[in-house]
């Protein structure tokens, strides 16, 4: 019988989730003599037209990676579905825009100022900005177009489940990819990891006080954390309460707090409202000038408490820009 | 660009103890104001998820008023103060949103405070009106 083809892509990413991927170490040699590899831009030579040229239908699972930002991601994740049985949303830029959906806080325009013209390193006299098509004697060359707004994979095509994580940490991926194969799939729509928050499994659950009081707020950088105790015992912003579990807490375990890759809960739409909850919920501040004293602490929500959740969001993006 | 019949859409997120019994004072009491608030009854301010205030503004409303009980005076002892730190919090976030805080109100109405119910919420609508429509507005 013939292996079940299978694609990898990446729209707009950083490539971790392709390292996390060799980052199977020997395990990738299970995956690769299990299913034949039709397409992964990264590490092998396939051409977008030979998958133009495949059955509908004809790839078994193509996992892709990354936020959907220009055209181009749009449209070979759009001919990945029209040819694969099932797609995964592969880490947290594929399952929820991720970093690059932070750039929701501007649009196109203020992004090309700012990458084209404005940065101290660009010199650009003639202003010189990337063109959808340009002329040359040899021809035309063209890019593909830059959207305003960075989407999530499925606000942009069908998604049958999620590997969350920035990036997904290897033993998930394994276990993902083998559910997959196994042909005992879970229920459409399923985030493979854990059902519960963070904090269910955080290792520093132990010494959270009963009741939890956050008189300041402390950013990580200007602290030495006691690598026992819970980060936001201590004032320290961790949005593990906020975030799935299931990622084997890993920036817990280096002594960083949570930064909520892994998205919300099952029954959590809003992650970065549901924080902002939690976290007001602990703050010791009865008057208003407390309150507003301890707000302002609070640098940069956005980045914050939607670190990786921004396009899926309620509001999606900052308006009016 | 506005329209001069422009009537706001508020929804008003109102605890039950105060500021509920505040609204049904001020209708037994006949008190004139604005129908533009659409109320829903909750157990507490503090039962208030801040994703309701988003997913409210998110549909097009032009204003979410928000109305619990004085301090100390919390049914459930320490609610409002939770609303408190809460919607402070949010406004924070609303305005790095790119939208404009004060379509956030937030005061607290006893129940005996018919009149300031009624005053608040005529308040609020001219301030909305002044505002403008939500852009997030969809085209009906």
């Known amino acids: 019988m013939a292996k ?25 040699l299970k995956v690769v003599e299990a299913v034949d590899i039709v397409l992964w831009p990264v590490a092998l030579d396939f051409k977008y037209k030979d998958i133009e040229a495949m059955p509908d239908k004809s790839i078994l699972v193509s996992f892709i990676n990354g936020a959907i930002r220009n055209s181009e991601q749009e449209h070979i994740a759009k001919l990945l579905r029209q040819k694969s049985q099932l797609i995964v949303a592969f880490g947290a830029c594929a399952h929820l825009g991720g970093i690059p959906g932070l750039a929701n806080v501007a649009n196109r325009k203020e992004i090309f100022e700012t990458a084209y013209k404005l940065t101290h390193t660009t010199v650009n006299p003639k202003e010189i900005f990337p063109q959808l098509v340009t002329e040359i004697p040899q021809g035309k060359l063209t890019l593909p177009e830059f959207y305003d707004t960075v989407k999530s994979l499925d606000q942009t095509i069908e998604v049958d489940y999620y590997l969350p994580g920035c990036a997904p940490p290897p033993d998930l991926i394994m276990k993902g990819v083998q559910t997959l194969l196994s042909g005992n799939l879970p229920p459409k729509g399923t985030v493979i990891a854990s059902e519960k928050a963070l904090c269910e499994t955080c290792p520093r659950n132990k010494t959270k006080p009963d009741k939890m009081v956050i008189k300041e707020i402390k950013r990580i950088h200007e602290v030495i954390a006691d690598p026992e105790k819970c980060f936001l015992a201590e004032g320290i912003i961790c949005v593990g309460p906020a975030t799935r579990g ?41 008057t208003d000038e407390e309150v507003q004293k301890i707000t302002e602490s609070i640098i940069d929500p956005i980045g914050l408490f939607y670190m990786y959740s921004l396009p899926t969001s309620i509001l999606r993006r900052k308006q009016g820009v | 660009m506005m329209n001069e019949n422009f009537e706001p859409k508020i929804v008003g997120f109102m605890c039950k103890w105060c500021t509920y019994a505040a609204a049904d004072l001020a209708g037994v009491s006949r008190l004139q104001y604005p129908p533009n608030i659409v109320p829903i009854r909750l157990m507490c301010s503090g039962g208030l998820e ?52 004060r379509r956030v109100r937030l005061e607290w109405i006893s129940a005996a405070e018919g009149v300031k119910f009624a005053h608040t919420i005529k308040e609020f609508v001219e301030e909305i009106k002044k505002l403008g429509p939500n852009p997030l507005k969809k085209e009906a």
Request: proline residues 3%; aromatic residues 8%.
């Open chain 1, 246 to 286: 299931g990622c084997g807490e890993r920036c817990i375990n280096a002594n960083m707090p949570c930064r909520g890759c892994f998205g919300p809960t099952k029954e959590v739409i809003d992650q970065g409202a549901k924080f902002l909850s939690a976290l007001a919920s602990i703050i010791d501040a009865n």
């Open chain 2, 50 to 101: 801040p994703s309701y205030v988003l997913k409210a503004l998110q549909e097009g409303a032009d204003g979410v008023f928000i109305g619990g009980c004085h301090f100390g005076d919390c049914h459930y002892q320490t609610g409002n103060y939770q609303t408190n730190k809460r919607i402070a919090l949010l406004k924070k976030l609303l305005e790095e949103m790119g939208i404009d805080k």
């Open chain 1, 4 to 28: 079940p083809k299978v694609a990898f892509y990446w729209c707009a990413s950083c490539g971790g989730c392709e390292e996390a991927v060799v980052d199977l170490a020997e395990d990738i």
